[in-house]
């Protein structure tokens, strides 16, 4: 028979142990979720109305540059990229083109291929800060969904043992929730690992 508090008390008596030791057993699944809500790497704070302001601060980004268009996927994959190396080239060759001008063919418009230099070398650097502070607020979104998963799949898996002991408002909890377990149709079997 398997005893969950003996192997709880193994695991605790060997901390530095990994999780993945365990056998494939509620005892295994809990403790990977304390460790995630025992890892609590987010601790901030975020009400409505910081939400609002980003949101605002965003807007007033946006609107200082007017003009600006959204590609394609196919344009994207079309168009030439301009990383650091080709960036420097049309800098150059920009520089070139307004000291040397008897070499640019009659089609070319040489102020506003200056123009558009200028705004993809600003541009370009403002993208960089806004994906940079994107990719942050997105981690600790991530990093706190985590945290906020491992303690709710915790609290799940605690309702469901209530439950099949008969404890009161046990079942109406678990019976609402699981329906709700993400990837689980009404039609799918029992959940039985956290979702990663």
Known sequence: MYNFGEECYTFAKNPGSRVEKLSNSPAKLIIHQTFKIM???VQMVVPSEKVDTASQKIAEIDALFPGTLSLTADERRGGMKLGEKSLSFVSKGVEFMQRSPEFTPAYVDTP???RDFEAAKNLFAVGRQLQILADKINDTATQAGIEAMAAVMAYYNSVKQASKQGVAGARTIYDDLSV???????????????PE
């Open 39 to 41: 890892d609590n790497r």
């Open 112 to 114: 506003e291929a200056v």
């Open 180 to 194: 709700r377990f993400p990837g689980r149709g009404r039609s799918n079997p029992e959940p039985t690992q956290t």
